[in-house]
């Protein structure tokens, strides 16, 4: 597009699998200008395989400070079609990268905004995931702290003096139309039982959470010998039961998962030696994809 640059940000599908919604970074071309914006567009697929024209979304237009492939991003649809959710930066005085969470009325193009509240002294605010309960009435999000500044690793290593890493599952009432995000209710917390959690999404049943898990024995790296997708009681923490493990070969990086629709099943991406694996998971197996992305970088994948 003349006088922009464009970079995919996130990606987010419909409950009925045909209509996708896709955030792109763009950036003005002027050298006098620091211009940064997401632009949102609605991208659907007919039933015979027909790919409709990209539609800009009422509202998709956000102004933001900085370039958010550096830190990653999240979409999410609720359950009713209705409403977007996505991160953003919140600007160039902000702690943190992604750290501002948009929710866009599909119908009006109407926003509500919830920034601030969470940030801790001398370390960065990132918000890596978020999904919406299955009854569309909340948020649910994954906020991580670490040592200031690093946008590019998402703090890949372990926790402890020197290597600070933190996070919390949380959950935001939609119906507050906007405020900070410390409003929001703890669900889950690091702890030793969670060691690393390094994604969380909403379900599949209420009060439930599928959350990604690293722990075991540290190599000389920081780099952890176990990991596991999760399912969590979002009332106290308790262990459900275990979607699928694995064992990280050499740096096991920040595995994702992305929720389908129906939030009963689950794409996870992860790094091994050659490039980035992702697949969906059912019956205690990893089903790989057939094209394997083959450089490391942000994970975006939506069903």
């Not at 024209?53 to 979409?75: C, E, F, H, M, Q």
């Not at 176990?226 to 070969?249: F, H, I, M």
């Not at 920040?254 to 794409?267: F, N, T």
Request: glycine share 14%.
């Amino acid at each position: 597009m003349p006088g922009w640059s464009l970079a995919l940000h996130a990606i987010g599908a419909s409950p009925d699998g045909h209509t996708f919604y896709v955030a792109y970074q763009a950036f003005s071309d002027a050298k006098s200008s620091n211009t940064s914006q997401i632009w949102i567009y609605r991208l659907s697929i007919t039933g015979s395989g027909a790919v409709m024209p990209l539609t800009r979304i009422k509202g998709g237009v956000i102004n933001v400070a900085t370039a958010l492939w550096s830190s990653g991003g999240s979409l999410a649809l609720s359950p009713d079609g209705a409403k977007l959710a996505l991160t953003v930066d919140n600007g160039h005085d902000s702690q943190g990268w992604a750290d501002k969470i948009v929710v866009i009325d599909l119908a009006t193009g109407a926003r509500h905004v919830w920034r601030g509240g969470l940030y801790r002294s001398g370390k960065t605010f990132t918000i890596p995931d978020i999904s919406w309960t299955a009854d569309g009435r909340s948020l649910v999000f994954l906020g991580l702290w670490c040592d200031y500044p690093t946008a590019a690793s998402r703090c890949a290593g372990t926790s402890g003096p020197g290597d600070y890493r933190d996070t919390q599952v949380r959950s935001l009432s939609v119906g507050t139309g906007g405020g900070t995000l410390d409003r929001s209710a703890v669900l889950l917390s690091q702890s030793a039982r969670y060691p690393v959690i390094t994604a969380a999404v909403a379900g599949p049943g209420p009060a439930e959470l599928n959350v990604v898990v690293l722990s075991g024995k540290t190599g000389s790296s920081g780099s952890w010998s176990k990991a596991a997708v999760e399912n969590v009681s979002a009332v106290n923490g308790s262990l459900l039961g275990v979607a699928y493990r694995w064992a990280p070969q050499g740096d096991a990086g920040q595995p994702v998962i992305s929720p389908d629709p129906s939030g009963h099943y689950l794409l996870l991406s992860y790094a091994l030696p050659g490039g980035l694996h992702t697949g969906w998971i059912g019956v205690g197996k990893l089903h790989l994809l057939p094209i394997r992305q083959p450089y490391l970088g942000y994970w975006i994948t939506a069903w």
